[in-house]
């Protein structure tokens, strides 16, 4: 692993891109798109809908820059994409197994059709100005991110709406937030697109003044220094690095790959904790243990093997290990034929 090497020094370039645009032909560019990024190597997902794009994506700096490149000034997106939001870090490992460009209805799920960030969004605030603006006592601070994403970090003073989904933000609102009494709302959430969408249905609901953070945590936590932030905690991202924190370095989190909880040190240190089997949040559901435990067991002696055990790794070393099947059992039966 090269997680503890300087940003600059890591391997692995991550792009982070989310843009609502207008993409009637998004079933179309879904094969052109795969196609680009699995001829380079490029892993992670891409969410096309037609109202935009959505995704985390990782391969080589020249991989990666090719990739903007095309989506920004190709012709499949003809511009379409122009004034994207675009976060780049750094990863000392291939934080992802495969890649995907999946289509959907939405590139973030609300169920909402009168949350439109084409029409109107809140006001967008720079990471600059987010402290001050958030200090104030007639600001509502809102979380926008699911439980377990609050739980590894959050902003001083948010509230959690405890969602375990976002299209259960619509009831949270309903019966936590006030258009009459909570003048001005702020929300944030891991990159901007939940927020994006979140302003939007509030104002469809009658609130006034509503904020929320551009770029979101990840470029909060990339351009504040951390001797000013109210950031407390770390930020969960959805890859293999788990978490990130200030600089946007790889976090201290890790996931449990029975529950895909994210766990801090203190859950690692639980009783209940086995690695790659069990944690303190899902001790007690023994039927999800079985499973892990084999995963666990098979990603083991991949490692002790030097193969592959997820991912299109594994496919290839699956194919490979068939075509090799195969190939002796028509030697043996050539054999036999001329015996």
């Not at 902003?155 to 405890?162: C, H, I, N, S």
């Amino acid at each position: 692993m090269n997680a503890n090497l300087p940003q600059g020094q890591q391997p692995y370039k991550v792009m982070a891109i989310y843009k609502f645009a207008d993409l009637p032909d998004a079933e179309a560019i879904q094969p052109e798109l795969a196609a680009f990024c699995g001829g380079r190597g490029i892993k992670g997902t891409l969410i096309l809908a037609p109202e935009g794009i959505n995704g985390t994506v990782a391969g080589t700096e020249a991989d990666i820059d090719a990739l903007a490149g095309w989506l920004f000034a190709g012709d499949v997106f003809a511009g379409r994409l122009a004034g994207a939001e675009v976060k780049y870090s750094r990863a000392g490992a291939m934080p992802f197994l495969r890649m995907k460009v999946r289509l959907k209805p939405e590139i973030v799920t609300l169920r909402a059709p009168e949350a439109n960030p084409a029409m109107a969004v809140g006001t967008y605030v720079e990471p600059q100005d987010w402290n001050g603006l958030i200090a104030r006592n007639d600001v509502v601070l809102v979380d926008t991110r699911n439980d377990y994403e609050v739980g590894l970090g959050t902003f001083q003073r948010a509230l959690d709406p405890a969602t375990r989904s976002f299209t259960e933000f619509k009831d949270y609102v309903a019966t936590h937030l006030d258009p009459a009494r909570d003048k001005k709302v702020a929300m944030f959430c891991t990159g901007g697109i939940r927020c994006e969408k979140a302003s939007s249905y509030l104002l469809s609901q009658g609130f006034e003044e509503v904020f929320h953070l551009k770029g979101g945590i990840l470029k909060y936590l990339e351009v504040v220094p951390e001797s000013e932030s109210r950031f407390a905690g770390e930020c969960f991202v959805f890859d293999e690095r788990v978490s990130v924190g200030h600089g946007l370095v790889e976090g201290e989190a890790t996931l449990c790959r029975a529950c895909r909880q994210p766990l801090v040190a203190a859950d690692r240190a639980h009783a209940d904790y086995v690695e790659g089997v069990s944690c303190p949040h899902c001790a007690g559901e023994a039927d999800k243990h079985a499973a892990a435990a084999e995963r666990q067991k098979q990603m083991e002696l991949g490692k002790r093997h030097g193969v592959a055990h997820l991912g299109d790794a594994a496919k290839s070393v699956a194919a490979e290990r068939k075509a090799a099947k195969r190939a002796l059992a028509e030697a043996s039966r050539a054999r036999n034929r001329a015996g």
